[in-house]
């Protein structure tokens, strides 16, 4: 008897150790996040607001119309239907009660980095920190700098409506921990300057792969199928086009407002729409780079 008392403190303390160690969240220290900076780094928002529309923040947490119960601005509080229920994106104005006024740097980077909110429990990865984990902490901070520059509106973006187990917040530390790599972008010394340009912004900011690369039943990006196309999110809208082997230059021009306005070949109503309107701010040779790398994947004629 005693001894299988014994067993079961073991299992018991062994169990304890394997929670702990899934939903212990791993935040940032404020010295480990600025030490990622160059010295003398200042955070530039006009350079932040070609970044935050190369990121997409606005396709998100941007409310375009104001209603009577909803302000226009950066509020969040649009419903973003997926399989597991719909999410409403927070309020990114620096309003300092519903917004993210008075957050520090670290706060930042540990949100879009980490997947971890100012108390420590995870964000849900509908938030796509798995891409901006890639990014440089400068970019993310001369976003800030552009979002601190935003009109505060006080705004308060319902809770989000999903089912079980998925509104278990907690749980979402597990998935991270099993599923997600935090590394930073990595530069293949093999290819061009132009190509690792494509690399990050594909990876780290524009996460085309969030829509366009097909996910496992993990519900992460399925890299060996990466940018083959993918199902909506949401029933109903238009699926993602496959990239691979598209002809040069398709992906230059649906990066533009044009692409949707003038010539429709992305739909007003697709999720792709707010991209291709958002990389209007976004220079030219940084388009050219994306389609340089996504076209490296596969040559004409391979895709399907
Ligand atoms: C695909 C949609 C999507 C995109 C793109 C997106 N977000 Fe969000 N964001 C969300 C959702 C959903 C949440 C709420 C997550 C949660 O509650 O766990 C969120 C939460 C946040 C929060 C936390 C706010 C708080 O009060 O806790 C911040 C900060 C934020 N986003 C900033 C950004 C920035 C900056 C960008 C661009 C670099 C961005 N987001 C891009 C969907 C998105
Ligand atoms: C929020 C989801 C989403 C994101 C993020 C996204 N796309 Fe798309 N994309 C779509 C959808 C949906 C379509 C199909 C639109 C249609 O059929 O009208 C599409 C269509 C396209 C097309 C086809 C245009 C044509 O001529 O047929 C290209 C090229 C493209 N996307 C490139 C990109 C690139 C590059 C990125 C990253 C910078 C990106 N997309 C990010 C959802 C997305």
């Known amino acids: 008897m005693a001894r299988k008392l014994q067993y079961l403190a073991i299992l018991v303390v062994i169990g304890l150790i394997a929670a702990l ?10 010295d480990e996040a600025l030490a990622r900076l160059p010295d003398g780094f200042a955070a530039d928002p006009v350079q932040g607001e070609r970044l935050f529309y190369t990121a997409g923040c606005g396709s998100c947490h941007m409310n ?28 990114i104005t620096p309003d300092e009660t519903t917004g993210i006024g008075g957050w520090s740097e670290t706060d930042f980077l540990n949100a879009l980095q980490r997947g971890i909110r100012p108390d420590g429990l995870p964000y849900y990865p509908a938030l796509p920190y ?27 973006a319902p809770a989000h409506a999903l089912g079980f187990p998925a509104n278990i917040r907690i749980g979402v530390a597990a998935f991270k921990r099993l599923l997600v ?3 930073p972008f990595q530069a293949d010394p093999q290819q061009s300057d132009e190509w690792n340009r494509g690399a990050y912004l594909v990876q780290a900011l524009g996460h085309c ?29 238009k699926a ?7 002809k040069p230059g398709t992906i230059f021009d649906a990066l533009s407002s044009d692409a949707v306005d003038l010539f429709a070949v992305v739909s007003d109503k697709s999720a792709m729409a707010h991209v291709s309107r958002a990389y209007d701010h976004v220079p030219d040779a940084d388009k050219q780079a994306i389609e340089t790398y996504i076209l490296s994947f596969g040559q004409p004629g391979q895709g399907q």
């Open 21 to 30: 160690w899934l939903l212990w969240p791993n935040a940032m220290s404020q």
């Open 64 to 91: 375009e119309q104001a209603s009577a119960d909803k302000p226009a601005g950066l509020v969040g509080g649009k419903g973003l239907e997926t399989p597991f229920g719909t999410f409403y994106p927070s309020n």
């Open 130 to 156: 798995t891409a901006y984990a890639k990014a440089s902490a400068e970019d993310l901070l001369h976003i800030k700098a552009y979002l601190d520059e935003q009109e505060p509106v006080a705004y308060q």
């Open 181 to 183: 790599n935090f590394e």
């Open 209 to 237: 792969g969030f829509c366009h690369t097909p996910r496992t039943p993990w519900q992460t990006e399925d890299q060996r199928r990466a940018f083959a196309g993918a199902p909506p999110l949401k029933a109903g809208e």
């Open 240 to 246: 993602s086009k496959n990239l691979l082997g598209v």
